[in-house]
Protein backbone atom coordinates (compact mmCIF):
# COMPACT_ATOMS: atom_id res chain seq x y z
CA UNK A 1 0.00 0.00 0.00
CA UNK A 2 1.26 3.39 -0.65
CA UNK A 3 -0.02 6.99 0.46
CA UNK A 4 -0.62 9.68 -1.66
CA UNK A 5 3.12 10.78 -2.35
CA UNK A 6 3.97 7.17 -3.94
CA UNK A 7 5.47 6.24 -0.33
CA UNK A 8 5.24 2.76 1.06
CA UNK A 9 3.03 3.11 4.25
CA UNK A 10 3.25 0.36 6.37
CA UNK A 11 7.19 0.16 6.14
CA UNK A 12 7.72 4.15 6.06
CA UNK A 13 5.65 3.82 9.44
CA UNK A 14 7.87 1.14 11.05
CA UNK A 15 10.76 2.33 9.67
CA UNK A 16 11.17 6.00 10.15
CA UNK A 17 8.70 7.29 12.27
CA UNK A 18 10.05 8.82 16.05
CA UNK A 19 8.84 7.92 19.57
CA UNK A 20 7.13 11.24 20.31
CA UNK A 21 6.62 14.29 18.21
CA UNK A 22 9.34 16.30 19.63
CA UNK A 23 11.95 14.18 17.92
CA UNK A 24 11.34 16.09 15.42
CA UNK A 25 13.24 18.52 16.71
CA UNK A 26 16.21 16.60 17.33
CA UNK A 27 18.97 16.63 14.50
CA UNK A 28 20.26 13.98 15.13
CA UNK A 29 16.49 12.12 14.23
CA UNK A 30 17.06 13.88 10.64
CA UNK A 31 20.53 12.35 9.98
CA UNK A 32 18.82 8.93 10.93
CA UNK A 33 16.21 9.03 9.09
CA UNK A 34 17.58 10.44 5.96
CA UNK A 35 20.34 7.69 6.20
CA UNK A 36 17.36 4.97 5.41
CA UNK A 37 15.08 7.15 3.44
CA UNK A 38 15.47 8.29 -0.40
CA UNK A 39 12.33 10.47 -0.55
CA UNK A 40 9.25 11.83 1.06
CA UNK A 41 6.86 14.53 0.51
CA UNK A 42 5.70 16.41 3.12
CA UNK A 43 2.09 17.91 2.79
CA UNK A 44 1.76 16.42 -0.77
CA UNK A 45 4.14 16.81 -4.00
CA UNK A 46 4.51 19.78 -6.47
CA UNK A 47 1.59 18.63 -9.04
CA UNK A 48 -0.55 19.61 -6.39
CA UNK A 49 0.36 23.34 -5.79
CA UNK A 50 2.40 24.09 -8.92
CA UNK A 51 -0.56 26.28 -9.99
CA UNK A 52 0.07 27.78 -6.78
CA UNK A 53 3.78 28.53 -6.69
CA UNK A 54 3.75 29.80 -10.08
CA UNK A 55 1.91 32.80 -10.03
CA UNK A 56 4.53 33.81 -7.57
CA UNK A 57 7.78 32.53 -9.49
CA UNK A 58 9.39 33.65 -12.67
CA UNK A 59 12.34 31.68 -14.71
CA UNK A 60 14.48 34.32 -13.49
CA UNK A 61 14.04 34.28 -9.80
CA UNK A 62 16.50 33.27 -7.66
CA UNK A 63 14.94 30.29 -5.29
CA UNK A 64 16.04 29.59 -1.55
CA UNK A 65 14.63 26.54 -0.50
CA UNK A 66 14.84 25.83 3.62
CA UNK A 67 14.67 22.08 4.82
CA UNK A 68 15.15 20.54 1.48
CA UNK A 69 15.41 17.18 3.12
CA UNK A 70 14.90 14.42 0.82
CA UNK A 71 11.70 16.20 -1.23
CA UNK A 72 11.90 16.56 -4.76
CA UNK A 73 10.44 19.94 -4.93
CA UNK A 74 13.33 21.82 -6.37
CA UNK A 75 13.20 19.20 -9.02
CA UNK A 76 9.50 20.22 -9.96
CA UNK A 77 10.70 24.17 -9.58
CA UNK A 78 13.61 23.15 -12.31
CA UNK A 79 11.41 21.48 -15.08
CA UNK A 80 9.53 24.38 -14.49
CA UNK A 81 12.41 26.51 -15.90
CA UNK A 82 13.21 28.22 -12.38
CA UNK A 83 17.18 27.25 -12.22
CA UNK A 84 18.56 29.65 -10.03
CA UNK A 85 17.78 27.70 -6.74
CA UNK A 86 19.57 26.92 -3.94
CA UNK A 87 18.64 24.14 -1.33
CA UNK A 88 19.83 24.00 2.75
CA UNK A 89 19.25 21.53 5.21
CA UNK A 90 20.74 21.14 8.79
CA UNK A 91 21.28 17.03 7.84
CA UNK A 92 24.69 16.70 6.25
CA UNK A 93 23.10 13.64 5.56
CA UNK A 94 20.16 14.67 3.82
CA UNK A 95 22.55 17.51 1.62
CA UNK A 96 25.07 14.87 0.51
CA UNK A 97 22.84 12.29 -0.53
CA UNK A 98 20.55 14.89 -2.35
CA UNK A 99 23.85 16.10 -3.89
CA UNK A 100 23.82 12.95 -5.15
CA UNK A 101 20.73 12.36 -6.58
CA UNK A 102 20.69 15.90 -8.49
CA UNK A 103 23.54 15.30 -9.80
CA UNK A 104 22.78 11.82 -11.14
CA UNK A 105 19.69 13.04 -12.25
CA UNK A 106 21.92 16.07 -14.73
CA UNK A 107 20.63 18.88 -11.88
CA UNK A 108 23.98 20.45 -11.76
CA UNK A 109 22.85 23.99 -11.36
CA UNK A 110 21.33 23.56 -7.97
CA UNK A 111 23.24 24.68 -5.17
CA UNK A 112 22.42 22.84 -2.08
CA UNK A 113 23.86 23.47 1.39
CA UNK A 114 23.93 22.38 4.60
CA UNK A 115 22.59 25.48 6.98
CA UNK A 116 20.37 26.18 9.70
CA UNK A 117 17.46 28.32 8.77
CA UNK A 118 17.91 30.07 12.41
CA UNK A 119 20.84 31.66 11.10
CA UNK A 120 21.39 31.74 7.41
CA UNK A 121 24.54 31.97 5.62
CA UNK A 122 23.49 34.91 3.19
CA UNK A 123 23.99 38.31 2.31
CA UNK A 124 20.99 40.37 3.22
CA UNK A 125 18.79 40.70 0.21
CA UNK A 126 20.08 37.55 -1.77
CA UNK A 127 16.60 35.84 -3.06
CA UNK A 128 13.95 36.91 -5.11
CA UNK A 129 11.99 33.79 -3.35
CA UNK A 130 12.34 31.76 -0.52
CA UNK A 131 9.79 29.01 0.10
CA UNK A 132 9.02 26.55 3.10
CA UNK A 133 7.32 23.42 3.13
CA UNK A 134 6.64 21.52 6.12
CA UNK A 135 9.95 22.93 7.70
CA UNK A 136 8.18 25.72 9.78
CA UNK A 137 5.75 23.14 11.38
CA UNK A 138 8.42 21.60 13.05
CA UNK A 139 9.39 24.51 15.36
CA UNK A 140 6.07 23.97 16.56
CA UNK A 141 5.87 20.42 18.14
CA UNK A 142 6.48 21.58 21.38
CA UNK A 143 4.54 24.97 21.20
CA UNK A 144 2.04 23.28 24.17
CA UNK A 145 -1.31 25.28 23.26
CA UNK A 146 -1.31 26.94 19.83
CA UNK A 147 -3.27 29.93 21.13
CA UNK A 148 -0.51 30.71 23.26
CA UNK A 149 2.70 28.77 22.94
CA UNK A 150 5.57 28.49 24.67
CA UNK A 151 8.19 30.79 24.63
CA UNK A 152 10.89 29.20 23.52
CA UNK A 153 8.84 28.03 20.23
CA UNK A 154 7.50 31.51 19.57
CA UNK A 155 11.43 32.36 19.67
CA UNK A 156 12.96 30.28 17.30
CA UNK A 157 9.61 30.95 15.00
CA UNK A 158 10.31 34.22 15.11
CA UNK A 159 14.70 33.83 14.51
CA UNK A 160 13.57 31.73 11.30
CA UNK A 161 10.73 35.04 10.00
CA UNK A 162 13.95 37.38 10.78
CA UNK A 163 15.90 35.43 8.74
CA UNK A 164 14.24 34.79 5.39
CA UNK A 165 12.82 38.58 6.19
CA UNK A 166 16.70 39.69 5.91
CA UNK A 167 17.83 37.48 3.03
CA UNK A 168 14.44 38.38 0.91
CA UNK A 169 14.88 41.47 -1.98
CA UNK A 170 13.27 44.25 -1.38
CA UNK A 171 10.48 42.79 -3.12
CA UNK A 172 11.05 39.50 -2.46
CA UNK A 173 8.20 37.06 -2.28
CA UNK A 174 7.85 34.13 0.92
CA UNK A 175 6.01 31.13 0.21
CA UNK A 176 4.90 29.19 3.43
CA UNK A 177 3.72 25.51 2.42
CA UNK A 178 2.23 24.39 5.96
CA UNK A 179 -0.97 22.42 8.24
CA UNK A 180 -0.39 25.87 10.48
CA UNK A 181 -3.76 27.45 10.09
CA UNK A 182 -4.28 31.32 9.45
CA UNK A 183 -5.29 32.24 13.24
CA UNK A 184 -2.28 30.10 14.02
CA UNK A 185 0.30 32.01 11.46
CA UNK A 186 -0.56 35.45 11.35
CA UNK A 187 0.31 36.70 14.95
CA UNK A 188 3.63 35.53 13.20
CA UNK A 189 3.27 36.74 9.88
CA UNK A 190 1.94 39.76 11.05
CA UNK A 191 4.26 41.11 13.51
CA UNK A 192 5.10 44.58 13.25
CA UNK A 193 9.29 44.08 12.73
CA UNK A 194 8.33 42.77 9.29
CA UNK A 195 7.09 44.44 6.14
CA UNK A 196 5.38 42.19 3.68
CA UNK A 197 1.73 41.48 3.06
CA UNK A 198 0.23 37.94 4.06
CA UNK A 199 -2.13 36.32 1.75
CA UNK A 200 -3.08 32.78 1.00
CA UNK A 201 -5.00 30.01 -0.60
CA UNK A 202 -5.59 26.55 0.14
CA UNK A 203 -4.97 23.22 -1.68
CA UNK A 204 -5.54 19.86 -1.02
CA UNK A 205 -9.04 17.24 -1.05
CA UNK A 206 -9.33 15.53 2.79
CA UNK A 207 -7.13 18.03 4.65
CA UNK A 208 -6.77 21.68 4.12
CA UNK A 209 -3.01 22.93 3.48
CA UNK A 210 -2.20 26.51 3.44
CA UNK A 211 -0.10 28.43 0.65
CA UNK A 212 1.20 31.46 2.36
CA UNK A 213 1.96 34.46 0.06
CA UNK A 214 4.33 36.94 2.31
CA UNK A 215 5.52 40.23 -0.21
CA UNK A 216 8.46 41.97 1.25
CA UNK A 217 8.09 45.92 1.18
CA UNK A 218 4.55 45.44 0.48
CA UNK A 219 2.67 45.64 4.17
CA UNK A 220 -0.90 46.77 4.42
CA UNK A 221 -3.39 47.25 7.31
CA UNK A 222 -4.17 44.08 8.69
CA UNK A 223 -7.99 44.77 7.50
CA UNK A 224 -6.92 45.28 4.08
CA UNK A 225 -4.91 42.36 3.54
CA UNK A 226 -6.56 40.47 0.59
CA UNK A 227 -6.37 37.12 1.56
CA UNK A 228 -8.84 33.99 1.12
CA UNK A 229 -11.79 33.02 3.63
CA UNK A 230 -11.60 30.03 4.62
CA UNK A 231 -14.43 27.90 6.28
CA UNK A 232 -13.07 25.09 8.12
CA UNK A 233 -14.26 21.63 7.55
CA UNK A 234 -13.61 18.91 10.39
CA UNK A 235 -11.07 16.67 9.33
CA UNK A 236 -12.42 13.61 7.28
CA UNK A 237 -8.86 12.66 5.20
CA UNK A 238 -9.15 9.72 2.73
CA UNK A 239 -7.78 6.34 3.79
CA UNK A 240 -4.43 6.80 2.55
CA UNK A 241 -4.27 10.07 4.04
CA UNK A 242 -5.28 8.72 7.54
CA UNK A 243 -1.97 6.14 6.92
CA UNK A 244 0.17 9.02 5.95
CA UNK A 245 2.95 11.00 7.95
CA UNK A 246 1.35 14.31 7.17
CA UNK A 247 -1.48 12.87 9.60
CA UNK A 248 0.04 11.54 12.07
CA UNK A 249 2.16 14.61 12.34
CA UNK A 250 -0.57 17.39 12.28
CA UNK A 251 -2.13 14.79 15.08
CA UNK A 252 1.09 14.97 17.36
CA UNK A 253 1.02 18.84 16.88
CA UNK A 254 -2.57 19.32 17.61
CA UNK A 255 -2.24 17.27 20.76
CA UNK A 256 1.04 18.86 22.23
Known sequence: MENLSGNPVESHKSDVLPASASAYLDPHYWDDRFSHEEHYEWFKDYSHFRHLILDHINPASSVLEL???NSQLCEGLYGDGITELTCIDLSPVAVEKMKQRLISKGYK???VLEADMLDLPFANGSFDVVIEKGTMDVLFVDSGDPWNPRVE??????????????????????????????????????????????EWRTFGDGFHYFF???????????????????????ISPYHDELDSEDYIFRTNIDDA
Not at 212 to 234: F, N, Q, V, W
Request: proline share 4%.
Open 67 to 69: GCG
Open 109 to 111: DIQ
Open 153 to 198: TVDRVMSMLRQIHRVLKTHGTFISITFGQPHFRRPFFSNSEFTWST
Open 212 to 234: YILKKGHRMSESAECTERIDMPS
